[in-house]
């Protein structure tokens, strides 16, 4: 999305949010024996303590929450250009948190990433 002419910054923002989401959700679902606290504002709360900067990825899935809400139900939105830096920004936090999230479930012993 970042890569169309123009950018799709709003579609970014909602999809870097899953990314890091989803990312989550694996981890706590594999640490949680199966369940994975589907809901968007009880996922948070789950991340495990020994998880790599637990505070600080508790936090960021809240705010890239907070991110995508405003992108995609706003009733008076930015122009999408205005999206442009939230995008930028969760675009490597997406990353680096799916890359923390891949080696934390190795390092517990998850045979499936």
Same mark, same amino acid.
């Given at each position: ?31 949680? @024996?199966?369940? !994975? ?10 991340? %495990?303590?020994?998880? +790599? $900067?637990?505070? =600080?990825?508790?936090? @960021?899935?809240? !705010? ?10 706003? %009733?008076?939105?930015? +122009? $999408?250009?205005? =999206?442009?830096?939230? @995008? ?26």
């Amino acid at each position: 999305m970042l890569q169309m002419d123009p950018p799709s910054y709003r579609d970014a923002v909602s999809r870097y949010y899953y990314a890091m989401y989803h990312a989550m959700r694996a981890v706590v679902f594999f640490v949680e @024996a199966g369940d !994975d606290y589907q809901p968007h504002s009880e996922l948070p709360k789950h991340t %495990p303590n020994d998880f +790599t $900067d637990a505070a =600080l990825w508790q936090n @960021a899935l809240k !705010d890239a929450r907070e991110r995508r809400n405003a992108a995609d139900y706003e %009733p008076y939105p930015k +122009t $999408d250009s205005g =999206l442009r830096k939230p @995008a930028l920004a969760m675009r490597s936090q997406a990353a680096e948190l799916i890359g923390v999230s891949r080696a934390y479930l190795r390092a517990k012993g998850c045979q499936h990433v």
